[in-house]
Each structure stands twice: as structure tokens, then as C-alpha cells.
Nanobody, 126 residues
Framework: QVQLVESGGGLVQAGGSLRLSCAAS????????MGWFRQAPGKEREFVAA???????????HHADSVKGRFTISRDNAKNTVYLQMNDLKPEDTAVYYC????????????????WGQGTQVTVSS
């Protein structure tokens, strides 16, 4: 059974940093995309970042415009874990953050995620 378990959320002041982790189990995800999404109260879930795989064992990072330069996605395939380093946090980053993974290779790292974690709350105070 595939499981994605997020950790690292919490309450932080504006300008602060947090590092989210997502530990996967049940299968390996080294050759598929893994990503982070978030959902703020009253809003739809939105894409935050993804780490996609390409032939030649090349990994690409994709970040939403709203977090570029502040958030960085990374992965450790040996640990089957993906991370989201969040710096210079703003109150508008407050949301539940979800880890997700695709089930097979796709050319689109922004959609088509099959596996989802339960989410971790990030709250940024002003």
C-alpha cells in the first residue's frame, strides 16, 4: 500500500523558514514526478512545486511563479523522500500543504498526481 506522509509544518512569522518533508512508502518514485500542492481556506488547491524525472536520470525542478526564488523542491531517492524548503514566508503562504506523486512517467509535472498525503498545516503570521 502506497503512503505519503508529510511533516515539518507549523506556525512561523513572516520572513521565516520551514522545511517540509514527505516520506513515501509502498513503492519507489525515483522515475516519476513528485510534487507539492497547497490549499488555503476558501480556495482551490494549487500547484506549488514538482520534481520530475527524465531519461538519463535527470531531474528537473518546477516552481509556481508565486514561490519562485523563495521555495525549493528537492528529493532523496535513497530515502524515497521529497522536500520543500520554504524561505521568506509570507502570510499568503498560509495553507495546508500536500505531497503528491504520479503513478508513472508523464511529460506533465503539473497534473496527473495519483498518490496524495494527508497534508500538513503551514501558518505564517504577519
Amino acid at each position: 500500500q502506497v503512503q505519503l506522509v508529510e511533516s515539518g509544518g507549523g506556525l512561523v512569522q513572516a520572513g521565516g523558514s520551514l522545511r517540509l518533508s514527505c516520506a513515501a512508502s509502498g513503492r519507489t518514485f525515483s522515475n516519476v514526478a513528485m510534487g507539492w500542492f497547497r490549499q488555503a481556506p476558501g480556495k482551490e488547491r494549487e500547484f506549488v512545486a514538482a520534481s520530475s524525472w527524465s531519461e538519463g536520470n535527470i531531474y528537473y525542478r518546477h516552481h509556481a511563479d508565486s514561490v519562485k526564488g523563495r521555495f525549493t523542491i528537492s528529493r532523496d531517492n535513497a530515502k524515497n523522500t521529497v522536500y520543500l524548503q520554504m524561505n521568506d514566508l509570507k502570510p499568503e503562504d498560509t495553507a495546508v500543504y500536500y505531497c503528491a506523486a504520479q503513478s508513472r512517467w508523464s511529460s506533465n509535472p503539473y497534473q496527473g498526481y495519483v498518490y496524495w498525503g494527508q497534508g500538513t498545516q503551514v501558518t505564517v503570521s504577519s
